[in-house]
């Protein structure tokens, strides 16, 4: 089931998606990942709505396995004998991960206490192995962690494990080559070169011969069953006979028959030799000036190029690919990050010795990048068995329906309006949901014709949105709040800005008055009464002023019902509820006592039922009034309320309420209790 899903879901996207590839020399070589740094999943399509909208404008995305990312970039990339396992470091953090083709996902991961140069594996699986690391250090691994520290005596630049009698083999930076013996479980005798420094060895997989690639440009040849030197070939001199220049021997590798090595200078230049010969059959060049990191052979038995083999040689800029019987330039990957390592996987899984198998099409490249990026070229080779769902492709289907990835920005037909575009006149754009899928390059051409100012603008917005956040990041003194008259405040931060030409968020508002004066907006026994007469008179505007009018109105009859619901209480002791100064009590008798000023007390006056509803209140409050009145008083006003009541009547209109008859007295006693002159308004 897990292969049959997989299988279609990597069809279906390689082959509609918009996925990557270069041509060079005739050759298509598909980039199945992209350049963000974001973990990417080869078998399994994520529905979140980030990763779709991710999809619609960069293209599909691939990776190998899941997970295959490191914080920084990935140094080095293995693959373990078996074909199971893929073994990846990385740096800052220094860290190690172990990938499982079967699960195509990642498997464990490990920190490493020094950056990692190389990698050998012990067993053909992942339970056993030994990291190379910078300061001198061998670390050890087994498959429940870290197993054993051993420092070399030098610093190392290369590292092998020879299994026919267990030898771990380290190349440094002095002649000899140090031994480790597995099962001694110490160092052996080394073996002693006639170079300065020995920069790569490698192992014959045919025979178990020994070749070191020195620093002066020669290999050295070694037999491990007499530790003695067999051979040599000097480089240097052999390709100065071809018209290539090198000093020292960078990469080195062993072809599957035995017999046949490529190696490489710190020139660029690659040569392929027969062990039985000093000349080289063919030469060729990077031409880039920069040291050959690796050499690979690979061999195919299916795939486009049937029993053919290749050569792989990467430097810094570029992994080029060369045939392997007429040395001729097959075909080129030339990433623009920098390359550290790369790994061509095998063909299938061997579970059994021998482990040899043909190499598949399908590369690992570790480059100065988070991501390992994977490319696929299918007319070298098919991919490995483990990944089913790419065999499903031919190289026509990918040729014939792989296409170019774009830019794509979605957008709604008024959006194409506005920039002047019809899509019944685009070929590159499509239907999508309720607008249009548009190559971006078009969209941004055609804003740009429309507003040309559009980058001027965004980048007076940019810079603006920076300096305010400067602003925010300032250390500045907190400004202290206003308690009272806000908008008095309001006022005069208003007229300190416009005659200092500041910005009135800048000003502080007790910034304004003078310190003796700064209580008129703490205190609140300064606070301004709108409604007061002197208030009035100061502001005659207020006549005009229709809201004003009504909650003066309001509050009057307010304090009117106060007044003849309720009388003032004397009481013997008052507190002091404002007072800011926590002052302590002073007795009465004491001539410097300060009066303090606290909540004036009142009782219900008699007959009153402040419970009862409004209508209610309002006639008890005109029958104590009008009981206080003298007789004569009494009948003319009952006769006046009649007359109205007849007026009213014969105009057909509703007839005062109650509470409005209220507000036409004031009655206000003298000491007597009598009524005085002044009755009505």
């Not at 070399?152 to 026919?164: I, K, W």
């Not at 530790?227 to 599957?256: I, P």
């Not at 083999?309 to 990467?314: C, E, M, P």
């Amino acid at each position: 089931v897990h292969g049959t899903l997989s299988e279609c879901l990597f069809f279906s996207l390689l082959c509609s998606s918009n996925m990557r590839y270069t041509y060079v020399n005739g050759v298509k070589v598909f980039n199945l990942s992209s350049d963000r740094k974001k973990k990417t999943n080869l078998f399994i399509w994520r529905n979140s709505k980030d990763e779709d909208k991710s999809r619609k404008r960069h293209g599909s995305e691939f990776e190998v396995v899941t997970g295959l990312t490191f914080c920084n970039s990935p140094q080095t990339i293995n693959q373990s004998p078996d074909g199971s396992y893929i073994f990846a470091t990385g740096n800052y953090p220094p860290l190690l991960h172990c990938y499982d083709t079967q699960d195509l996902s990642l498997k464990f991961s490990r920190g490493m206490n020094e950056h990692t140069l190389r990698l050998a594996s012990l067993t053909p699986d992942f339970r056993k192995f030994v990291t190379l690391q910078t300061n001198r250090w061998l670390e050890f691994h087994q498959q429940s962690g870290r197993h054993h520290l051993l420092r070399v005596p030098r610093e190392g630049r290369d590292l092998v494990y020879q299994t026919s009698n267990c030898d771990v083999l380290v190349a440094n930076s002095s002649p000899d080559v140090h031994r480790v013996n597995m099962e001694l479980g110490s160092f052996v005798v080394p073996y002693t070169t006639n170079a300065l420094a020995v920069n790569v060895v490698r192992v014959n997989p045919v025979n178990d011969l020994l070749a070191f690639g020195c620093e002066n440009g020669v290999v050295e040849c070694w037999d491990p069953r007499t530790a003695s030197r067999v051979g040599k070939l000097n480089v240097v001199t052999s390709l100065s006979h071809t018209g290539h220049s090198a000093s020292e021997v960078t990469a080195f590798s062993f072809d599957t028959d035995g017999m046949t090595m490529a190696v490489g200078t710190d020139s660029g230049a690659i040569a392929l030799y027969d062990l039985r010969k000093n000349t080289p059959l063919c030469v060729n060049n990077h031409y880039y000036d920069n040291p050959i990191l690796k050499i690979d052979f690979s061999k195919s038995l299916d795939g486009g190029a049937l029993n053919q083999s290749f050569i792989f040689s990467a430097c810094k800029r570029s992994l080029k690919v060369w045939n392997r019987v007429d040395c001729t330039f097959f075909t080129a990957i030339e990433p623009t990050e920098a390359i550290n390592d790369f790994c061509v996987l095998k063909g299938q899984n061997n579970l059994m010795p021998p482990y040899h198998c043909s190499s598949s099409g399908l590369i690992l490249m570790a480059l100065e990048t988070c991501n390992v990026r994977p490319y696929y070229i299918p007319e070298i080779a098919g991919p490995p068995s483990w990944c089913q769902a790419l065999q499903s492709c031919t190289p026509q289907q990918l040729q014939e329906k792989v296409v170019k990835a774009e830019s794509r920005t979605f957008v709604t037909a008024e959006e194409l309006k506005e920039v002047g575009l019809d899509p019944k006149f685009l070929t590159r754009i499509t239907p999508h949901l309720h607008g249009f899928m548009i190559d971006t390059t078009i969209y941004k051409r055609a804003r740009a014709v429309i507003n040309p100012t559009e980058f001027e603008q965004w980048d007076a917005q940019r810079k603006a949105a920076k300096r305010a956040k400067r602003v925010e990041e300032r250390i500045s003194v907190p400004k202290q709040g206003v308690a009272v008259n806000s908008e008095l405040a309001s006022d005069l931060v208003k007229e300190s800005a416009t005659v200092s030409k500041r910005k009135a968020e800048e000003i502080d508002p007790l910034s304004t008055v003078d310190a003796r004066f700064d209580k008129v907006f703490k205190d609140k026994r300064f606070q301004i009464d709108k409604f007061s007469e002197e208030y009035f008179r100061v502001h005659p505007e207020l006549r005009e002023d229709a809201e004003w009018q009504q909650q003066y109105k309001a509050r009057q009859q307010h304090q009117l019902d106060v007044k003849d619901q309720f009388e003032a209480v004397d009481s013997e002791e008052e507190v002091d509820f404002l007072a800011i100064d926590k002052k302590p009590k002073r007795k009465k008798e004491d001539p410097e006592a300060v009066p303090l000023h606290g909540p004036k007390m009142y009782e219900v006056k008699e007959g009153q039922n402040v419970f009862a509803p409004s209508t209610e209140r309002s006639k008890a409050i005109r029958s104590s009034k009008e009981s206080k009145l003298i007789l004569g008083k009494r009948l003319q006003l009952q006769e006046e309320r009649l007359g109205e009541q007849r007026h009213l009547a014969k105009q057909n209109k509703p007839l005062p309420s109650t509470q409005a008859d209220t507000k036409d007295f004031k009655v206000v006693g003298n000491a007597k209790g009598r009524p005085s002159k002044r009755h009505k308004h």
